[in-house]
C-alpha cells in the first residue's frame, strides 16, 4: 500500500488553494493514489458548523480539519488541506502531529486579490464593511519554512501544478508519472 501524507495548502482568500488542490488530487488519482480533500468552505458547512471567526473558533477549525487528515493519511489516503488557516501556531501545531506532512504556501498579493474577487469581499473588507476578514482587518502569518511557496499571481495553475509534482517527488512523497 502507498503511504498516505498529509499536503496542507495555506494562503488568503482567493489565493488558488482550492483551484490547485483539485488539480493535483486528480493527477494523483490518475496515477493511481487515493485522494480525499478538506476545503475549508466545505469544512465549515458540515465538521466545523457552529463555529465563527474569533481566532479560538478558526484554531478549533483547523485543529479539526488536522485531525482528519492525521487519520486519512495513516490509512494510506493522500489528505489535501484547502484552507486559510491563518495561524502559524496551529499550523505547526498540526504539523507536529503528522508524520509526512508538506505544506504549501500559495502567495498571492492583496492587490491581485481585490482584482480577482468575484464576491466583493475584500471590498467590502477594504471598506470596513467586512470585520475579522484575513489579510484586510485579522490577521495571516506567513509560514516561515513551507515546503514550497507556489506564487499564484506569476504562475499559471499548470505551472504551479508542475512545480508541486517535482517537489513531491523529490521529497519521495509520490512516484513519477507512469511509475507505481
Not at 493527477?27 to 480525499?36: H, K, S
Not at 480539519?65 to 496551529?90: D, H, Q
Request: hydrophobic letters at 40%; charged letters at 30%; proline letters at 3%.
Amino acid at each position: 500500500m502507498d503511504e498516505g501524507f498529509t499536503l496542507w495548502f495555506t494562503g488568503l482568500s482567493g489565493a488558488g488553494k482550492s483551484t490547485l488542490a483539485n488539480a493535483v488530487a486528480e493527477e494523483l488519482r490518475r496515477r493511481g493514489r487515493r485522494v480525499e480533500i478538506l476545503d475549508g468552505d466545505e469544512v465549515r458547512t458540515n465538521l466545523s458548523k457552529g463555529l465563527g471567526f474569533s481566532k479560538e473558533d478558526r484554531d478549533t477549525n483547523i485543529r479539526r480539519i488536522g485531525y482528519v487528515c492525521r487519520l486519512l493519511a495513516r490509512n494510506g489516503v493522500i489528505a489535501i488541506s484547502a484552507a486559510i488557516s491563518p495561524y502559524r501556531s496551529v499550523r505547526d501545531e498540526v504539523r507536529a502531529t503528522h508524520e509526512r506532512f508538506f505544506e504549501v504556501f500559495v502567495k498571492c498579493p492583496l492587490e491581485k486579490l481585490v482584482e480577482r474577487d468575484v464576491k466583493g469581499l475584500y471590498a467590502k473588507a477594504l471598506r470596513g464593511e467586512l470585520q475579522g476578514f484575513t489579510g484586510v482587518s485579522d490577521p495571516y502569518e506567513e509560514p516561515l519554512n513551507p515546503e514550497l511557496v507556489l506564487r499564484s499571481d506569476r504562475e499559471s495553475v499548470t505551472e504551479s501544478l508542475s512545480r508541486l509534482l517535482g517537489a513531491l517527488e523529490a521529497a519521495r512523497l509520490v512516484s513519477s508519472a507512469g511509475v507505481r
